[in-house]
């Protein structure tokens, strides 16, 4: 409906009294309106010369004084409403309530993530109200609590590496007759756990292509820790394992029936960084005269620096060859897809074990009594120490050579900026001292959980009392993860972030513990300031590009950049189909 045009306009109103009503109101009726009657007569006579008249200018003066008084004597009486200065007084309580619970943070972090419509609209009720705090300091705490987070699962700059593994053309024309032959075969027996097994994997590879021999698929030893039997195609899909290597090493099953009954030579002395031209002075004649070559500990012995034909080759096998069975890649997958499904996930491989305090001479930091369980074992079983025995445990933990505890490791998280409500993939063993000495970082994060929680009822069951698979199913989760961070070195940790690297430098986080431990015990430092020397000092430990080459000695699937990547657009197209 259309309105008026003079709606806005104040009008006046005005009420007739006739003359002869006014005429009649005597001076004492006058009176007995305006004042009240308990006065006494002395204030009647005292004040009644002012009101005899009303057309005084001394009345009207008194009148509207009195007036004007009432009125703030009442508005005084009741000032609350006025304090917000807001139309929507509800709205400001809720505000409060939500600081104070701590949940605004986490509208704004699910928000940011756009994660779900209907949580964007709680954030944007909410967002409303923001300005009504004079101060402005809670808009700006918001904004810098929801940019740490987002900042936290930013992923690096992987300066448009991608994998790359051109081969030069006399290493695709030796590959003609190395496929073909038929009279030298390499049997390998790896061992330690999964991990480790994949690196003595990638080792025999290469070493039965620098022999030019078939390579008999790898025997895994038991593991004598976990008592894990499993065989090379339980853990590892076998026909893509031949598959991936078809032209460049030929792999078999089992000898054949030619050299069934041939005593292979066992070689036991392989040292530590063995070059190709060593090991083909060392085992060729020996291998083309007996027909069959057998290797056993394998772990480090081939050298890490080697012609860039080979380079590539150990990438390709471990980066495409070994890939994991399909059962195993099944109940992975399922894992990390429920992981992923609420937005980023952060995996932790804490290395937290027992057996991992007593090997590295360090200390778990619970209390007395399991430091006394690990000195004592250490004690009675000294060759499990594989740490330098000349260090003290404290000298150990200033040199950053132990593993981060779970209070370290919340510090650490907290610092870089992690946000309260990430959600927590933990790999690796049960840690020593239980679920208590996991307290520190479900008490701050309290979505937390390892692939026992994940699981439905019975999905584990196929793999129980089998740790090498049970390692696979973590690494999967940990590799399809945003963010990973190792508490402490190792083989899974070196393996992950090569793959990292290779599928585009996603976050890695490694942890610079020698520079960052005097920082963690002092106590009197202020948060902020540790929190800004902490980020400081990982700005350049997020899994950006690393380049192998400075690092001398280095194994290429830890840092494959650039021997197995590059960024140049006209090596691009040479990246291997698989």
Known sequence: MAKSKNNNTKKLSYISVPSQIINS????????????????????????????????????VLFLFLFGFLGMLK??????????????????????????????????????????????????????????????????????????????????????????????????????????????????????????????????????????????????????????????????????????????????????????????????????????????????????????????????RLSKDLPSDLQKLRCKVAFHALRFAPPILGIGNKLAERMSSKGP?????????????????????????????????????????????????????????????????????????APKNARIYWAGGHPFGGTEALLPLTGEFPHFYNKEDLALPGELEPFSNRASVMAAIDYIVSENSDVFMPSHGGNMGHAIQGHRAYAGHKKYITPDKRHMLPYFLNSSLPEAEFNRIIRELHKDSLGQPDLRTSRAGKDVTKYPVPECMCNDSRTRSSVSPY
């Open 75 to 300: 508005l005084g009486l009741n000032l609350d409403p006025l304090i917000p200065y807001s139309p929507y007084p509800c709205t400001t309580s809720q505000l409060q309530n939500l600081v104070s619970n701590g949940h605004l943070k986490s509208h704004m972090a699910i928000a940011s993530n756009g994660e779900n419509s209907h949580q964007v609209e709680v954030f944007n009720s909410v967002s409303h109200s923001q300005p009504l705090l004079s101060n402005g300091n809670l808009k700006s705490e918001v904004g810098v609590e929801e940019a740490e987070q987002s900042e936290f699962w930013k992923q690096p700059d992987g300066l448009g590496y991608r994998p790359c593994l051109a081969l030069s053309n006399e290493y695709k024309k030796a590959s003609v007759g190395i496929v073909k032959d038929k009279t030298k075969y390499l049997i390998v027996v790896v061992s330690g756990g999964m991990n480790q097994q994949r690196n003595q994997i990638v080792d025999a590879v290469v070493i039965a292509r620098i022999l030019g021999a078939a390579l008999v698929v790898p025997i895994l030893q038991v593991n004598v820790i976990w008592g894990d039997e499993s065989e090379f195609s339980d853990i590892f899909d076998l026909e893509h394992f031949k598959k991936v290597l078809a032209n460049d090493v030929r792999i078999v099953s089992s000898l054949p029936s030619t050299h069934i009954m041939t005593r292979p030579v066992e070689e036991k002395r392989t040292p530590l960084h063995a070059s190709p031209n060593w090991i083909r002075s060392r085992y060729l004649k020996r291998i083309k005269r007996e027909g069959v070559l057998l290797l056993r500990g394998l772990d480090s």
């Open 345 to 417: 996930y952060l995996a932790l491989h804490l290395r937290m074990e027992k057996d991992v305090w007593v090997r590295t001479g360090c200390l778990p930091g619970l209390s007395p009594e399991y430091d006394e369980i690990v000195n004592n074992e250490r004690i009675q079983r000294p060759e499990l120490l594989t740490g330098r025995s000349n260090m003290t445990y404290h000298e150990r933990k200033l040199a950053g050579l132990c593993p981060l505890n779970a209070l370290e490791v919340t510090r650490l998280l907290k610092a870089l900026g």
């Open 25 to 60: 109101l005597s001076s004492s009726s006058l009176q007995s309106l305006l004042l009240s009657p308990k006065k006494s007569s002395r204030s009647k006579n005292r004040y009644l010369s002012w009101f005899t008249n009303y057309r005084s200018p001394k009345f009207w």
